[in-house]
């Protein structure tokens, strides 16, 4: 079945995504609670949320937490063989320890960013991706972090 592919949001769907990007409620049953405050059921916030997130009109829902507060994470990067990186992708993205990859167009072609319990744990994830790899990975730890407040309006007139 195709997933409707329409990236037009409706009224509900703009206030959901509008409304929440901040204070998300921190309690037992959050999308009860975002239900009630917009007058709708609980499986519909999740069954919006979930189809606009197969659309990939949004990217993720969780909390974004102050850098190495609760564990560890880094930026990695690698120069990958271009007929390897298919191969070396699955093989990074499978890692637990890694949140997500993207390849660009440079000599460090695959980018990824590694969390663990702490900082010896994400050295040895690196570690270990080199070693299955046998290609040398970049790290990038923090220097200095930036709050960026992404959130923006999505009502216009």
Avoid: C, K
Wanted: net charge negative; no cysteine.
């Amino acid at each position: 079945m195709d997933m409707e592919t329409n990236t037009e949001l409706n009224a509900f769907e703009r206030r959901l995504l509008d409304e929440f990007q901040r204070d998300f409620p921190l309690t037992p049953s959050p999308y009860a609670e975002l239900g009630r405050r917009l007058g709708v059921g609980e499986a519909h916030v999740i069954e919006t949320l979930s189809r606009l997130q197969a659309q990939g009109l949004v990217s993720r829902i969780g909390a974004v937490v102050t850098p190495h507060r609760a564990g560890w994470s880094t930026l990695a990067a690698m120069s990958v063989p271009d007929d390897r990186l298919d191969d070396v992708a699955a093989l990074v993205n499978g890692h637990p320890g890694v949140n997500h990859n993207y390849e660009r167009d440079h000599a460090l072609n695959l980018w990824f960013v590694v969390t663990g319990a702490d900082r010896g744990g994400v050295a040895d994830i690196l570690a270990d991706i080199e070693e299955r790899t046998g290609l040398p990975v970049l790290d990038l730890p923090l220097e200095e972090a930036y709050r960026l407040d992404l959130g923006f309006s999505l009502q216009w007139n």
